[in-house]
């Protein structure tokens, strides 16, 4: 089974707009993090938020979390045509240390 | 710096014939990871080693499924035999918990 959910399953946007999109996740976690993956790089890292962390920047990128509500948030701002991609939360689980447990993705399509 | 390197890209084979991936990881990387991406899903684990040990491989089907790590540097994944439901994306990882670091995977298709 999958830890993480994300919400919406596809999203679509003209590029400037900014793109949101959530996971929700059911256990305790040490951290989570977001990838991206296209057909032209692979799955790449984009950011990790600790547990004990509420909000992250990472250029035009930004992830809170809520671990009372298990639900963490990407936004990407000002979006590109090159932001094209499916977006992964994965989940480092206390109770697994070191496996990360990815979502299904959300589908991000930027239409220029 | 290198990244993961996996081979071969693409694959296609007969249900119950046999098929081998290979992973190279980045180099001093001591864990690495292989995972199963089906269509339209997130990358599952199949197991993780550390060096040449096995951490974790709960989500291996081990009755058709094996992974070794000889020297804790090069990976082999094989499937014997293969079946329909195997048809996916198979992706080598090294880092750790905090970052991994992909591979471009094997897409296979299992006919």
């Known amino acids: 089974s999958q830890q993480g959910e994300e919400d919406p399953q596809a999203l679509s946007i003209q590029e400037g707009e900014n793109a949101t999109m959530n996971c929700s996740y059911k256990t305790s976690i040490n951290n989570l993090q977001w990838y991206r993956q296209n057909s032209g790089r692979g799955l790449v890292h984009l950011i990790l938020?600790?547990?004990?962390?509420r909000e992250k920047h990472s250029g035009r990128l930004r992830v809170t979390l809520d671990t009372s509500k298990k639900s963490s948030s990407l936004l990407i701002t000002a979006s590109r045509a090159a932001d094209t991609a499916s977006y992964f939360c994965?989940?480092?689980?206390?109770?697994?240390?070191?496996?990360?447990?990815f979502g299904a993705g959300t589908q991000v399509v930027v239409t220029p | 710096e290198a990244g993961v390197a996996q081979s071969p890209r693409y694959k296609i084979i007969e249900k119950r014939q046999s098929v081998a991936f290979w992973c190279n990881p980045i180099?001093?990387?001591?864990?690495l990871y292989w995972y199963q991406q089906i269509l339209g899903q997130g990358p599952k684990l199949l197991i993780q080693?550390?060096?040449?040990?096995?951490?974790?491989d709960s989500q291996l089907p081990k009755d058709r499924f094996s992974a070794e790590r000889l020297k804790g540097v090069d990976s082999t994944l094989k499937i014997q035999p293969a079946k329909l439901e195997d048809s996916a994306v198979y992706l080598c990882?090294?880092?750790?918990?905090?970052?991994?670091?992909f591979g471009p995977g094997t897409r296979l298709t299992v006919l």
């Open positions: 990882a090294s880092g750790d918990y905090n970052e991994q670091f």
């Open positions: 994965a989940t480092d689980a206390t109770d697994s240390w070191g496996k990360l447990q």
């Open positions: 080693f550390q060096n040449n040990g096995v951490v974790d």
């Open positions: 938020i600790r547990s004990n962390e």
């Open positions: 180099s001093g990387h001591a864990t």
